[in-house]
C-alpha cells in the first residue's frame, strides 16, 4: 500500500497553495498517490484511496504564529486536542470536523498524519512565499523518503522543523 | 410558573448556521414582545466592487459571495447581464439567445448545487435536531449509515459541479453566453450510476425524514417564488423553477423579473448588517424550498408528487418544522432532473455565443437552493457596471424568520429554557439562512420580565 498525500488548499491564493504544490511534486513517484483537495475536506472521506490500511498524510497551509515556512507534523489525536471545537455553522466542515467525522463512523485510516506548512500571505491570485516553496520541496522529499522506508513515522518527525 | 413571565435564556453561539450572529427575545409578563435576529458580521459591498467593472465580471465576481451557491450568483448575474446582450449580426436588440444545449449545461449545473446543498443541510445540518444530537458527528456514531449516504450524495452533487463548472466551488467555467468549455457526453454519462444510486437514495430519505417528529406550530406568511412558463425550459427538462421563471406569490402577484423593484425593497435596521426584505407596504415574504414547493408542486413529475402525497406532504405546507421533508423532495427532483438532462444532451457546436452589452438597466433572479436571488445591473455605453444591486435569499426571510419566531416562542413558552432554546435554533435552521450571503450567526437570548 503506497503513501496517501492529500494536499489540501487553494492553488491560486498565496501560501494556500502549500498543499497542493507538494502534492505536484509527488505526483509522478511511484510509491506515492496524490490528490488534490481543493473544496469540503469531508469528500475526502468518499475518495476511494481513504481506506481503513491506508497511510494517510494531509497537507495544508496554517497559521500557528510561528514563522512563515515552517513546518508542523501532527497525529490525529495531537490534532484533535490542538484544534478548537468547530461550530459545524459552515458550508464546508473542515479538517477537524471532517477527522471527528471519520472518526465517528470508524472510518480513520490505520496511520494519519496532518503536515502544516506555516504561511503569512494568502491573497487572491498572489504567489506562494520563498519561505513556503522552500518548506514545500522539504516535505516532498521527506514524505517521498518516507514512502521508500518501512520505519513507521520516522520521516515525518523529521518534518518538525523550523527554518533558519 | 416563573418561566413564562420573567426568565433569560442565553445561546453563546448557534451551530449548524452559516455564519455568526446573535437572537435577542424579550418576554414581558408573559408576552413576547420583540424578537431581533443580530446580524453582526461585517457588509461585503460587493455591489459597490462591481462599479467600473465590465458587463463580463459580475458571474466570477458574485460567486465569491457564496461557498455553497455560488451557481445561484452565477446564473442571476448572467440572467441579468444577458437581458442586455445580443450576438452581433443576431438583429436583436437586446436579450441574448443561447442554444439549448447551453441552456441544458445552466440548469444541469444548477441541480449540481442543489443535491449538495439540501444534502447538507437535510442530513447534516438539520437532521440532528429532530434525533435528538448536538451534531452530525454525534449523530454519525448511531446513525452511521445516514451520514454515509449523505457523504455519497453529496459526492453525486459536487461530481456535477466540477465536470459542468470546472471545480465544486466557486465553479470557474460560467461566462456571459455561455462556458469556456462544455462537456463531452461521455463526461456527463459517467456521472449516471452515482446519480441514479442517489436518486434512489434520495427517495429513501424523503420517507426517512417525512416520519420524523414535528413541533406542532403552522403559519400563515407569504410565499413568494419564481414560476417559469410551461415548456420554457431547454429540451430535457421539467418546469419546477430553477434558473428563471416569473415572480408569483400565494397573494396573487405574477410579475416579471423586470418589475422585481415595484413590488419589493431592502431596508436597513440596527441590529443587523444585513438588510431586510419587505414588499412594497411593509409586509414580510418567505422565499425557499416551502414557497417553491407550495406555488410549483403542480410543475412536479407526477411519480414525485405521488412521493410526496404518501408521506403526507401535500401543499400548502404551513408547518416551517416540515420544510426538512420538502427538501429532500427536492432533493430528489434535482437528481431526477440531472438524469432527464443528462440523457437530453446535445453537446452545443460552440460552448459559448459571441455577445455585446447595450446601455441599460437588467434584471435577473433564479432559485438559489434557499430561495429567489435577484441581481440588476446598470450598463454604461462602454458596457461598464455603474450600479448593482443584490438580494439574497437571506436577506428577504430575514423578516419573516423573525416575525416566525416572535409566534414560536410565544406558542412555546411553557416549555423549559433548554427546550426553548433547541427548538428556536431548529425553528431558525428551518430556513437553512445562510449569513454570509446575507453579510453570518448566533447568540440566542430570550429575556423574560
Avoid at chain 2, 419546477?240 to 436597513?268: A, C, K, M, N, Q
Avoid at chain 2, 453537446?347 to 447595450?358: G, L, Q, S, T
Avoid at chain 2, 419573516?400 to 419566531?405: N, T, W
Amino acid at each position: 500500500m503506497s503513501l496517501i498525500v492529500f494536499g489540501v488548499g487553494h492553488p491560486d491564493r498565496g501560501d494556500d497553495a502549500a498543499g497542493p504544490l507538494v502534492a505536484d511534486l509527488l505526483a509522478n513517484d511511484p510509491h506515492v498517490s496524490v490528490r488534490h483537495v481543493t473544496g469540503d475536506p469531508s469528500m475526502m472521506l468518499t475518495d476511494p484511496l481513504w481506506l481503513p490500511d491506508a497511510e494517510v498524510v494531509l497537507v495544508d497551509a496554517v497559521v500557528t504564529g510561528t514563522e512563515p515556512g515552517a513546518v508542523h507534523a501532527w497525529s490525529m489525536l495531537e490534532l484533535l486536542v490542538r484544534a478548537a471545537p468547530s461550530s459545524g455553522g459552515t458550508h464546508d466542515l473542515g479538517i477537524t470536523t471532517t477527522l471527528r467525522l471519520a472518526e465517528a463512523l470508524d472510518r480513520l485510516p490505520r496511520s494519519l498524519t496532518v503536515v502544516g506548512i506555516e504561511g503569512a500571505r494568502f491573497t487572491t491570485g498572489s504567489e506562494p512565499s520563498h519561505a513556503v516553496l522552500t518548506a514545500v520541496e522539504r516535505v516532498a522529499t521527506t514524505l517521498a523518503m518516507r514512502a521508500r522506508s518501512s520505519t513507521a513515522s520516522a520521516g515525518l518527525t523529521r518534518l518538525r522543523v523550523h527554518p533558519q | 410558573m416563573s418561566h413564562t413571565h420573567d426568565r433569560r435564556i442565553s445561546v453563546e453561539a448557534l451551530a449548524r448556521l452559516e455564519g455568526e450572529g446573535a437572537m435577542h427575545v424579550q418576554v414581558t409578563d408573559g408576552t413576547v414582545e420583540r424578537v431581533e435576529l443580530s446580524i453582526y458580521e461585517p457588509p461585503r459591498y460587493f455591489e459597490a466592487l462591481l462599479r467600473g467593472r465590465t458587463y463580463l465580471e459580475p458571474p466570477d465576481i458574485t460567486a465569491r459571495i457564496c461557498g455553497i451557491c455560488p451557481v445561484a450568483y452565477q446564473l442571476s448575474a448572467i440572467n441579468a447581464i444577458e437581458s442586455l446582450c445580443v450576438t452581433p449580426g443576431s438583429g436583436r436588440d437586446r436579450g441574448l439567445q443561447v442554444p439549448d444545449g447551453i441552456r441544458q449545461l445552466r440548469r444541469l449545473l444548477y441541480c449540481g448545487e442543489w443535491i449538495e446543498s439540501h444534502v447538507l443541510h437535510v442530513f447534516m445540518l438539520h437532521a440532528p435536531d429532530f434525533l435528538g444530537y448536538q451534531g452530525s458527528i454525534e449523530m454519525a456514531a448511531d446513525h452511521r449509515e445516514l451520514v454515509e449516504t449523505a457523504l455519497r450524495m453529496r459526492k453525486a452533487g459536487n461530481q456535477l459541479l466540477e465536470v459542468i463548472g470546472g471545480r465544486a466551488i466557486h465553479p470557474i467555467n460560467v461566462r456571459v453566453g455561455g462556458f469556456h468549455r462544455a462537456p463531452t457526453r461521455g463526461e456527463l454519462d459517467a456521472l449516471v450510476d452515482e446519480l441514479t444510486w442517489s436518486r434512489d437514495a434520495a427517495i429513501e430519505t424523503v420517507r426517512v425524514v417525512a416520519g420524523f417528529t414535528f413541533p406542532d406550530y403552522d403559519q400563515d406568511p407569504t410565499y413568494v417564488a419564481l414560476r417559469p412558463e410551461a415548456g420554457s425550459g431547454p429540451v430535457g427538462a421539467t418546469d419546477y423553477p430553477l434558473e428563471g421563471g416569473r415572480v408569483v406569490s400565494t397573494t396573487g402577484l405574477d410579475i416579471p423579473v423586470e418589475d422585481w423593484p415595484e413590488h419589493f425593497h431592502e431596508e436597513h435596521l440596527p441590529h443587523s448588517t444585513a438588510l431586510h426584505g419587505r414588499m412594497r407596504g411593509g409586509g414580510t415574504y418567505l422565499v425557499g424550498p416551502t414557497a417553491r414547493f407550495n406555488l410549483n408542486a403542480d410543475r412536479l413529475p407526477d411519480e414525485l408528487l405521488e412521493l410526496a402525497t404518501e408521506v403526507g406532504c401535500s401543499p400548502p405546507v404551513t408547518n416551517p418544522f416540515r420544510s426538512i421533508v420538502v427538501r429532500a423532495i427536492e432533493t430528489v427532483y434535482a437528481l431526477d432532473e440531472a438524469l432527464r438532462l443528462i440523457a437530453a444532451y446535445e453537446r452545443p457546436e460552440v460552448p459559448a455565443v459571441p455577445v455585446v452589452a447595450v446601455a441599460g438597466v437588467g434584471h435577473g433572479a433564479t432559485e438559489a437552493p434557499r430561495g429567489i436571488l435577484y441581481h440588476r445591473y446598470e450598463l454604461d455605453a462602454d458596457g461598464l457596471i455603474t450600479d448593482g444591486v443584490i438580494v439574497p435569499p437571506t436577506s428577504q426571510n430575514q423578516p419573516a424568520i423573525e416575525e416566525d419566531l416572535l409566534g414560536f416562542v410565544q406558542s412555546h413558552l411553557h416549555l423549559d429554557d433548554e427546550r426553548l432554546q433547541w427548538q428556536c435554533e431548529q425553528a431558525i435552521r428551518n430556513y437553512d439562512p445562510c449569513i454570509s450571503c446575507s453579510t453570518h450567526f448566533l447568540d440566542l437570548t430570550v429575556d423574560r420580565r
